[in-house]
């Protein structure tokens, strides 16, 4: 396993925006140790004639076709809201004027 120094473990903190204390940097060197052994393991691993994937499973595009249809009725639409006012949904106000 391989062991990181604790300025490799603040680099990446840093890069990852993340603050870390001494007890945190030592647990993340361990961990971040584990995860490069492991992928000295796989870099082990004879891949000749394997195609590389992205994804396990193949990716298949499961959006509806666009299809012109009817929409609702507006008139009913507004009927199942709170309160409407000249014709569209009125709410709260969420910006305040300067």
Do not use: C, W
């Not at 001494?22 to 000749?48: H, P």
């Not at 639409?77 to 004027?97: C, D, H, I, S």
């Amino acid at each position: 396993m391989q062991k990181l120094s604790s300025e490799q473990v603040a680099h990446v903190a840093r890069l990852a925006r993340l603050a870390l204390n001494e007890t945190e940097q030592e647990r993340f060197a361990v961990q971040l140790g584990q995860i490069l052994a492991y992928a000295e393991k796989i870099r082990e691993l004879d891949l000749e004639g394997v195609e590389p994937t992205a994804h396990v499973l193949g990716l298949t595009n499961v959006t509806r076709r666009d299809e012109v249809r009817a929409s609702l009725d507006r008139d009913e639409v507004l009927r199942n809201g709170p309160e409407v006012e000249n014709g569209y949904f009125r709410v709260p106000r969420v910006v305040e004027e300067a």
